[in-house]
């Protein structure tokens, strides 16, 4: 039982090393002073002085940052009213059909997105740009905040429902007071998702930037092409950093909620 | 009633907005496109053309890559998965395993540029184990490796999300029944989360078939997939008509997926 263990832990710790051994890697020749990624010649910081100094960088940097909070927000919107109508339909078929076309952008590769959406856009008249890559993070975030909130408004009672009315709660008061906090973890997952798949996106961003507006994604794409460039890595490095910090805090503010609920729940008992 | 009905429907807009927009019209216009040649005439040409060998073998070698992927990706995600819901703190543990998902794909693979670099760490390696340095870059086994690596996270989630829906009592209970370890895996537990390894293997299958970015970087251009081709079309050729002829290939073979992998569980909801 205990070598088993062992084993079982050992496989998890290569997955892990794995899946951060490139970010290591990164951070770890950001302090090359030499230019490459495979002679490390001295410790330096004139890479993470160079990304400070590099405008054009940060402001990539902070366009694509208000790309991902600005279509994750919208798109959580759209995406809540999305499920609340799902929900609602009753006929099987009629739901099916708005589910299946629902998931099209979550299943359809992402070059077909891009291009597709570089048609709509183009036959619209909308500039490529802001805009664009704004819209089209919105469009394709939708549908997971969809599917992160249908499963919770499934598992909410009915009858919550019916007791709200009959007690006299308009539809307005049901939706902000019962449904909306009951699916609130649906909700955020949906947020961070949605967050996640901006963050992460490039071949859709690609299609649809024009010249002169670049998320951070495209940038790189573009430096990685002309080669290597140390600078990329101290700005992945705080990126990184950054990303940490978030989801530590992130946790442990869920786990202060859970104990601060739990004691509570000790307290009110007998 | 009417106006009330009428007002109470009033935030389905957004989403039926969403829905008509960016799922209807961008399919009808990828199909509409498919019919144009570069010039802007009307002409089936395109399908004669994606019905020669040049285009058949890419798209089966795209599809044989995309199967490797997901294969590879699935071995290495499930043993994962499954080791994850045995840990305490398992939602920290996951957290860590999507975390690296917020880090850009493109700098994790450019981070490959540099470990499997002619004089990477990988190389340095092999040296010192007296292999000899290796051409690893620009060849097949990095594109499928980093293709791999940006997947994994993607193919943990629903199959862990799938264990932890697994009763435990139904693992405790075939145990009892004097089942071995094996048994209890292939009879229990590994069929009762196929629907997470459905899941796992749709998020992985159809964008390994547009992973243009990663055969640009790290295979060289030695391995064209659907997705490089179209994004090739589009973008740097111009020719949106053969493009989209790819493009609605690329859509039909995602409906025989999801057909086939079936995106349908009990209840309504995937």
Redesign the interface.
Known sequence: MKTRWKV??L??IA??V??????L??AY?SFNSGG????FEGFTLEHYAEVFQDTRLLIIVLNTLVIALLSSALAT???V??A??IHRVRR?TT??TL???????I??????????????FT?AGIKLGFTSVL?SH??FS?PIVV?MV??KL?EMSPTLVDAAEDLGAT?WDVLTKVVLPFIRPGIFAGFFMAL?YS??D??VT??VTGNGYAT??VE??SR??QG?SLS?NAL?TL??LF??LL?LG??AVNRRGAAKAKTLAEGVRP | MGTNAATRSAYLIPYLLWMVLFVAAPIVLIAYYSFFDVDGNFTLGNYAKFFTPVYWRMALSSFWYALLITLFSLLVAYPAAYLLTKTRHKQLWLLLIILPTWINLLLKVYAFLGIFGTYGTVNKLLELLGIGTQQILFTDFSFVFVSVYIFIPFMILPIFNALEELNPSLVDASRDLGASAWTTFSRVIFPLTLGGVKAGCQAVFIPALSLFMITRLVAGNRVITLGTAIEQHFLVTQDWGIGATIAVFLILAMAVIMRLTGLRKRGGIV
């Open positions: 079982s832990n496989y998890l997955v892990f794995i899946l951060y051994a490139p970010i890697y990164l020749y490459s990624m495979h002679e919107i759209i995406g009213a999305g609340l109508f099987h739901k099916q589910l299946t076309l629902n998931n099209v952008l299943v359809s590769p992402d070059v077909v997105i891009g291009a597709s959406f570089l048609i709509l036959i819209l919105i469009a939708v599917l249908l499963p499934q539809r996640t963050l992460d490039f071949a690609f299609f951070l994604a790189i794409y990685a092409r290597v990329i992945s990126i990184f990303t940490l989801v992130y946790y």
